[in-house]
């Protein structure tokens, strides 16, 4: 997913002080490391929640972003975890805020690791419970595509990319690492 990479940390979160990164002892990797109070910032993948929502005729709910990046291009709903929703409330939100879809979660659709920005994609096969859409301010147009009609060349992203070819072809669960 061709989001930024993250920014290094310039700046210790405890005590203010300009920090660089060293290999603290007993670790193996370098760190956010604080000279000043010898805290250490960790930094860990981001959880990325999504669906893959559709109606019982088999047509895909997808999202036009009105947001960079990739301004303009189609995606499914998706986005950060929060801290204290789990993964199927999270899911559900972003749902409701990008396309203001009702929608029951289905089964787990991909697990995606995307090794250069640090995050992990979790999209849920979802059901429509109705045709009705109410697009949030990140959200230039939602609307329902036939598999047909899907614009594949105009996808936002390659995990999206993944994800929807699994949900429309594959079987199971779809686990895999993009670099
Ligand atoms: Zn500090």
New binding site residues.
Partial sequence: MPLPARDPIRH?N??G?SIGYQVPADDNRARAL?P??G?IQYENPINVVGTVPRLDDGRVLLCRRAIEPRRGMWTLPAGFMELGECVQTGALRETQEEAGAEVELRALVSMISVLPVGQVHLYFAARCLSERLDPGPETLEARFFHPHEIPWEELAFRTVRRTLEHALEGEGLLVESLR
Wanted: glycine content about 0%; hydrophobic content about 0%; aromatic content about 0%.
């Fill in positions: 210790c405890r005590c002080s604080c000043s109070c805290h």
